[in-house]
């Protein structure tokens, strides 16, 4: 089975600019999740899309949203980038059900630098 | 809420000694824990999860894990380390009663050294 892929893995971008990062999930997989990863910050939850529902939500400023489609392909896209935006994003996929309980498997991630 | 401490942000060990990293967490009754590593450059891959079974958990290359619940710790170990098993090590916990996302410990580096 493929796992998960993202693109673009690197995108170079200006302040107050908008981008939109894709993530397709492993087969079979409904369950979408996006992270953050910062030196200074680690990594931290974005969102989590099932059934292209937003399912769960973490403490992100509204310029970061996201959407899923129903092939479960997913998208997130960040506008007005500021610099603190210049991060590695990781997305993650696991099946249905119980997510607590389901291994999230994570693509290689898109790294954005904001100039 | 959930949260997760990673007592050492670095551990060095040498080649064929065991290795240790420390992971506490809080949660509530029934939290699933996991251990992820992340190679330079790479994505993160799981080396392995407790989730209310055995409370000695083996995982791929060699690591384990034990759940304590009265000490609220998850320490991954590996008797003897290897050159390959330089990377991040990141410690996560998932609650059912706080939602469906993932919280990340900080991370420990692990440096090998030959």
């Known amino acids: 089975k493929a796992g998960v892929t993202q693109t673009p893995r690197y995108l170079i971008k200006t302040r107050g600019q908008q981008v939109t990062l894709s993530c397709s999930p492993i087969?079979?997989?409904?369950?979408v999740s996006w992270y953050q990863q910062t030196p200074g910050q680690g990594l931290q939850f974005l969102f989590e899309?099932?059934?292209?529902?937003?399912?769960n939500k973490g403490n992100f400023p509204g310029r970061f949203s996201g959407r899923q489609f129903s092939n479960s392909r997913s998208e997130m896209n960040v506008s007005t980038l500021e610099l603190g935006d210049s991060a590695l994003y990781l997305c993650?996929?696991?099946?249905?059900?119980?997510?607590?309980?389901?291994?999230?498997?994570f693509g290689p991630g898109t790294r954005l630098l904001v100039l | 809420a959930q949260s997760v401490t990673q007592l050492d942000s670095h551990v060095s060990v040498s080649e064929g000694t065991p290795v240790l990293l420390r992971c506490n967490y809080s949660?509530?009754?029934?939290?699933?824990l996991f251990w992820y590593v992340q190679h330079p450059n790479k994505g993160l891959q799981l080396l392995l999860k407790?989730?209310?079974?055995?409370?000695l958990v083996k995982g791929i290359n060699g690591f384990e894990a034990e759940f304590k619940k009265s000490e609220t710790s998850f320490h991954l170990t590996k008797p003897s380390a290897h050159m390959s098993d330089a990377a991040e090590y990141f410690c996560?916990?998932?609650?059912?009663?706080?939602?469906?996302?993932?919280?990340f410990g900080p991370g420990t580096r692990l440096s090998v050294l030959p």
């Open positions: 993650a996929s696991s099946l249905p059900g119980l997510a607590q309980q389901e291994t999230q498997y």
């Open positions: 087969s079979g997989h409904r369950s």
């Open positions: 899309y099932f059934s292209e529902t937003q399912r």
């Open positions: 949660s509530s009754y029934s939290p699933s």
């Open positions: 407790y989730t209310s079974a055995a409370t």
């Open positions: 996560v916990v998932s609650d059912l009663n706080y939602g469906q996302n993932f919280v």
